[in-house]
């Protein structure tokens, strides 16, 4: 009887287990979606290995002018990896809204470059946000895909490391479209932070 009990309790558990892993399955981009669609308000210029998630790319810059970084050098470590444009967007204009020991309250009237996207609506989206430098990288090797990029800029991106030094050593990655600079370093690290360099905002697109 034990082991008739100890074997429907076995069973039970089995089939706990494989349900359990049937609900796991993750959703993945349609097959139809691929890089160079127009979709989601812009051109998809980054699909994940696994298409759980992509990029989409606005179909032109922010602005023809420039966007500073910010208008005072500030010191906020932000994360390079893609998949993190968006928390560092947010994490910028946190801290620039509230401030703290190395970051100045930036006046409403400041115009930066996480917040000009932030606010920026394209397509019928108003969830872009500031790539970080490797999902910038990504964006530069398909910037022929997407379009409408000046190849005599610099861009902007969210990613941003502490020089480390006492005073406010916020150090700032960019990426130089220029082609001389390809062959050299493509992704720099910038002293300065109000340089006006263009944007180009993005946002993630998952499967519906």
Known sequence: MKKKLLLSIFTTLVLLWSCEK?????????????????????K?????????????????????TGIAWSELRVTIVTDSEIGTGAANTKKIIELKTKGDYEVYVAPDDEVYAAKVVDEW????????????????TELYKQRDV????DEDKKYW??????GGY??????????NFEPAAQS????????NQQ????VRAVRTIKAE
């Open 121 to 136: 609506t394209e397509g019928g989206y108003s969830d872009w946000y500031l790539p970080s430098i490797d999902e910038l």
């Open 166 to 175: 006492a005073s406010v050593s916020g150090y700032t990655w960019y990426y």
């Open 184 to 191: 050299v370093k493509p992704a720099q690290v910038d002293l």
């Open 146 to 149: 997407v379009g409408g990029f």
């Open 157 to 162: 991106s969210s990613s941003a490391i502490d």
């Open 44 to 64: 998809v210029f980054y699909i994940a290995s696994d298409r759980t998630f992509g990029l989409v790319a606005a179909p032109a810059d922010v602005n023809e």
């Open 22 to 42: 049937e609900d796991e399955t993750v959703a993945t981009l349609s097959a139809d979606i691929k890089i160079g669609d127009t979709y989601g308000g812009g």
């Open 195 to 198: 340089n006006t360099y263009r």
